[in-house]
């Protein structure tokens, strides 16, 4: 008996006193809020929690060269950093208003001992797509993980509302540059290489408030898929995440989101909150291991807070 009691004791010694970070990270409602698209990660409130303390790396992306858009902030800024911490250089495409974002990206990257190399531009022009992958080589001298995660989001009452000039830009940042950076990566990219893409969870389920965003989610599921048939016998894998609601500088510069919308922000998941990048990152690492997948490609991983789709 004594035995049985001391033995328990010890399990329960073991035990981190903390809460694990399902029940930890952030829950709204958060401070009404609002910036311009945009929007800048520094101006936030509260931060969003990208370093991923508890995440232990392994050296999983060891001589690797990543390129992910949209890694100033958000969801790509705990990629970038993630990538870095597992042995990847790593390049980062952003809009030149997000300098100062990207700027802490880059510190954060350089003190994990990898380079950083910064690429502003306008990923809705195709010539900007190929001068990234290009400098992403020239700089590097190979690229080994493309990570199309920048978009573009603005919410809208009713369809009507989505003018043409609105419709096009969401397509052509979400969309075609997708299509734009794999076809400058290709010729770059051996056998091991990994695409990986950011979806959403309205790719799978709609949003009546996004029309033209959730069109271009469903369109990024369809590409992958067609990608992964296309690029499998060159041994590249292409593969998505589907994250639902995340707490990145996307939600507050929405213009159609207001103030007391954003500081709900998340609320209607399961989980009762929206993830923060730090519990999306661990996911494109996944992906892009070749130790850890391999065999995976053509998915479209959801990470949405308990919701769920058969699609």
């Known amino acids: 008996m004594n035995a049985m009691r001391k033995t328990k004791a010890k399990a329960s010694a073991r035990r981190p ?73 790593v390049a980062i495409g952003y809009l030149p208003v997000e300098e100062d974002d990207a700027l802490e990206t880059k510190r954060a990257i350089e003190s994990a001992g990898r380079k950083c190399l910064l690429l502003p531009g306008d990923l809705s022009n195709a010539k900007a797509c190929r001068q990234a992958v290009e400098k992403t080589v020239r700089t590097f001298g190979q690229l080994d993980i493309l990570v199309s995660n920048a978009a573009h989001q603005m919410r809208k009452s009713r369809p009507e509302d989505v003018d043409d000039a609105e419709f096009d830009l969401t397509f052509r940042t979400n969309v075609y540059a997708y299509f734009w950076l794999v076809k400058a990566a290709l010729p770059h990219l051996k056998p091991g290489s990994a695409i990986i893409a950011t979806s959403s969870e309205t790719g799978l389920l709609g949003s009546g408030s996004l029309p033209d965003y959730s069109a271009t989610k469903g369109a990024i599921n369809a590409l992958t898929k067609t990608l992964a048939q296309d690029l499998v016998e060159r041994g590249i894998r292409v593969n998505a995440v589907a994250p639902g609601p995340v707490w990145t500088p996307l939600n507050a510069a929405d213009a159609g989101a207001s103030p007391e919308k954003v500081a709900k922000f998340g609320s209607q998941t399961p989980i009762g909150r929206p993830a923060q990048p730090e519990e999306l990152a661990p996911a ?12 995976i490609t053509g998915i479209v991983l959801p990470v949405m807070g308990g919701e769920t789709s058969g699609g």
């Open 284 to 295: 494109y690492v996944f992906l892009a291991s070749d130790a850890d997948s391999s065999y």
């Open 17 to 89: 006193s903390a809460k694990p970070l399902i029940q930890s990270q952030p829950k709204p409602p958060f401070p009404e809020q609002h910036q311009d698209a945009p929007g800048l990660e520094s101006r936030l409130d509260p931060k969003p929690r990208w370093q991923a303390s508890e995440y232990h790396a392994a050296g999983k992306l060891n001589r690797r060269v990543a390129l992910v858009t949209g890694g100033d902030s958000g969801i790509g800024r705990a990629v970038a950093y993630l990538f870095a911490r597992e042995g990847a250089d």
